[in-house]
């Protein structure tokens, strides 16, 4: 049988490829792959005209296979796909070998990545000429929803859906709703309460008929996939045994949200040896208490806040925490408008004022005396306590870049503006759902600006400040943003999945049952009286270890047979 | 010139194969001695899948799959836990050095940990030398 005929397409994906890759070399090492009949290159093969050349490629050499040597299949098989079907090629003759995310973006090596894409390209060659054209199935969309966690974005999210009309299963593993937004007192740049923006949300979410919410509470396991998720439930587990509750959800919302930084690990700051050193969040409280005040009952005559607890250093973290600047703004206000005869100063590295309405409130804050002293970054300010004639009870050494001069600074209380980290548990929870994190754990996104509140697991969308440190008005826009998306789904109602399921020659099987036992779902069923065995395709989640496992060879994995396998083992191997 | 091994991964396509993305998308350099076929769990791996590779000149083969508890299709893993040692017992008898095939779990965030795994491989195949099926192959043509 000759060889079909069959088109590739480097992408070189702008630099992202090329600039490591030799794209054209591939095409011309392609050009003399097993029935290959055109290879080319080109600067971005998922745009519409790298598509369009698709197109034009398969009806001007009657292609019968397409490869598309480009990024992971996991981003962009689903383009390549819809770009042969609209030539009129069936959307499983294609076939994508991953020349970035495995390979131009992890070697250095110009020459030894080529030979790398070259040998993926010809495997994917080589296995694309086994395809076999298949027809998708249509799988009902459960309109339920899983949140998991019951802050800013929890609620939102909640809502949202619910407000639709669609069940959702709210789950938090604290005692109340509300998350870290529930222990702020006023919101920068606006000065609005936060107690009043959680309270209206948490009263609507406790009474909506559609939302069942369960605190104390866990997700113990997430099974299934798009549109039929069950995920198992640890109701009341973490205040007592509890009991086990099991859910379908068609959709998974993670707003796991963020914890602060700890402090005492920057111990050039005296968290937790000097009382008076607090963090933002124990500020908070005690703006919430109505009092600031030292540990010790006194008015505080000289109140410092440090910026960059944590955050932008190479010690801690190197990102920005994002919400720290303005929130101390807001405690300078704050400070100034309860003790008006104080001085307040603001220690930073950079003032961050990038959202709306915060240029004008930095500039406000400047207005209200506060002093302002710039550190450098990689270095850090010093507290100590104070000597017994000064009237402070501590003193922040300070190298002051503006001035260039080295500045003690009196203070009675020292508020640490702390960072944003990961939780303790961020990897136990990507792999509950299926989810990756950043190299700093923060939970990865689908394409970090066109897909940003879905993941690489279908179904499973994020949102909030476990994507990365975040405010309340972006934490919010996600979550509504992850609900139109799972809305968007709903309304379809159907669901196209690949029609990948084993399938039991019947004249090779030998009707001993192993694969009937090896089989997750049950899936397979054994008929006595031909004694043979056969597929339920409606059940089967095409894992393949049914196929792997028959001693007679007789199940095939559709668009995962051994010949394409073989095949690509063959062309990896050159 | 130093010997270059080439490994033939196969990697299930929810755990490791989106591992093996991440140390991408992380820019995590490894070794470009690997090739990964994608398969959708290690259960799929048929033992001849890796007699295949080694055969068809393989030094090295890697398997990885989801951690144990982790496995998108419930306990496909397990399966591939209990063949892989299997299958090596049986490679020894044909005096390929248990080095060459190694199972590893890799979840979807351990991009840095799929590239250690690769690193660490090829220094091990490296020292090892060419496999011996290959160089077995290699005589054969030779005499032919």
Known sequence: MPEPRTGVFICNCGTNIAKVVDCDAVAEAAAGMPGVVVARSYKYMCSNPGQEMIAQEIGDHDLERVVVAACSPRMHEPTFRRAVETAGLNPYLVEMANIREQCSWVHDDGARATEKAEDLVRAAVMRVAHHEPLERLSVDMCPNTLVIGGGIAGLTAALELAGAGKLVYLVERQPGLGGNVGRVDLTAPYLDSAPDILTDRITRVLEHPDITVMTNSEVVRLDGFVGNFTATLGVNCNDGPGEERRVDVGSVVVCTGYREFDASRATHLGYGKQPNVITSFEFEHMLRQGRIETKEGRLPQYVAIVHCVGSRSAEFHGYCSRVCCMTALKYAHEVKSALPGSYVSDVYVDMHAFGKGCEDFYRRSAEVKTLFLMYGKGEHPVVRRADPGDDCEMLITVDEQLSGETIELPADLIILMVGMEPREDAESVTRLVNISQDKDGWFIESHPKLDPVATTTDGVYIAGACQSPKDIPDSVAQARAAAARILGKIAKGKLEIDAMFAEIDQDRCSGCRVCNEICPYSAIEFDAAEHRSHVISALCKACGACVATCPSAAIKARHFTDEQIFAEIAGVLG | ?144
């Open chain 2, 1 to 144: 010139m130093t010997f270059e091994p080439k490994i033939v991964g196969f990697l299930c396509n929810w755990c490791s194969y989106s591992g093996a993305d991440l140390a991408g998308t992380s820019r995590i350099h490894y070794a470009p001695n690997v090739r990964v076929i994608r398969v959708m769990c290690s259960a799929r791996i048929d033992p001849t899948f890796v007699i295949k590779a080694l055969a068809d000149g393989a030094d090295g083969v890697l398997v990885c799959g989801c951690h144990p508890g982790d496995c998108h299709y419930s306990e496909g893993n397990y399966k591939t836990m209990r063949r892989m040692p299997l299958l090596k017992r049986m490679l020894a008898d044909f005096g390929i050095e248990e080095e060459r095939v190694r199972l590893e779990w890799v979840s979807a965030s351990e991009g840095m940990r799929f590239a250690d795994i690769v690193d660490d491989m090829t220094e091990r195949l490296r020292a090892l030398g060419p496999s011996p099926v290959k160089m077995a192959l290699a005589g054969d043509a030779v005499e032919r």
